[in-house]
């Protein structure tokens, strides 16, 4: 019993874990243009090495850009003539942030498994005993 406890406790704590990361939206160029047009991004985060920019819209969306080589300054222009707030990540941020990998937890889906194959072969060897118990 105290073990199911604890094992319920991990995981609202890692639901609740996964639940600060802000989930970002791909969009296009000009969807984004569209946005900065109507003055609907309060925020910008500007990635050089991956050539991002991670956005934030004033209804709280989150949203993803990837500009084309070389356009950085005009992408950083275009925002701070709609007077966004705008970060650019330094090459340090830029690296780890390209170094981050999606989890997929492939492993607690292996482990699922194999627990719950244990479960059914365990149900399975006792009814099998039960049918073979000689009638008293």
């Not at 991990?10 to 969807?31: D, F, I, M, R, W």
């Not at 609907?40 to 991670?54: D, E, G, M, P």
């Not at 990998?101 to 072969?121: D, F, M, S, T, W």
């Amino acid at each position: 019993m105290r073990g199911l406890c604890c094992l319920l406790g991990a995981l609202a704590l890692a639901a609740a874990a996964g639940a600060a990361t802000p989930v970002y939206e791909k969009e296009s160029e000009q969807v984004w243009e569209q946005q900065l047009a109507a003055r609907q991004i309060r925020s910008a985060t500007i990635n050089k090495f991956l050539q991002t920019v991670r956005t934030t819209l004033k209804d709280g969306r989150n949203v993803l850009f990837k500009y084309p080589k070389g356009q950085e300054p005009r992408v950083r222009a275009q925002l701070a003539a709609k007077h966004v707030r705008v970060a650019v990540l330094t090459h340090s941020q830029a690296v780890k942030q390209a170094n981050k990998k999606p989890r997929h937890h492939k492993l607690r889906y292996i482990a699922g498994g194999i627990v719950l194959g244990l479960i059914v072969l365990t149900g399975a060897v006792l009814l099998v005993k039960r049918w073979r118990m000689p009638a008293d």
